[in-house]
């Protein structure tokens, strides 16, 4: 048996012109917990992406003012990512849990370590990477399957069933 969770395709820009496939991009919402308190985060699914990266504006929801005394550059733990935004960033690892509900209205759990980036401006702004989506990547994927219709309009994470 497999497990299907639905999302949807997105513009990129949003409040852009959606003139050609690639102003979209697939999304899935998720519930996310992290110390026994769970928040909304609307993902992108990158299967580019060997990591879930967490996005300043969902890391700041989540952790709240303490993301600002984060120390992105020489924590224990921190690493480079590249491929987000115009250069590498430094990001952090925090552990959490993703619940998405399936088709059948059943809790999908996906563990992962996500990766919170650096803020690009240092405080909430409408550019940078506080703009950005979060990334569902393939770490979360895995060891499933992600499908994407056009002609649906559709987006379909597909697990299998942990039972």
Known sequence: MTRRIVGWLGLLEP????DHPSDFAPFLSARVEYVEEFHDVDFMIDTGSDFTILMPTDAYHILGDSFFDLDFRSSDGAMPIFGVGDEGLMALPIELRLLLDDDSDA??????????????????????????????GRDAIWPGDFELSYLDNTVTLIRPDDE
């Open 107 to 136: 809790r999908v759990v996906i563990p992962v370590r996500a990766w919170m980036t650096e803020p690009q401006p240092d405080f909430p702004a409408r550019n940078g990477n506080w703009a950005m989506p979060s990334i569902f």
């Open 15 to 18: 409040g852009g012109e959606a």
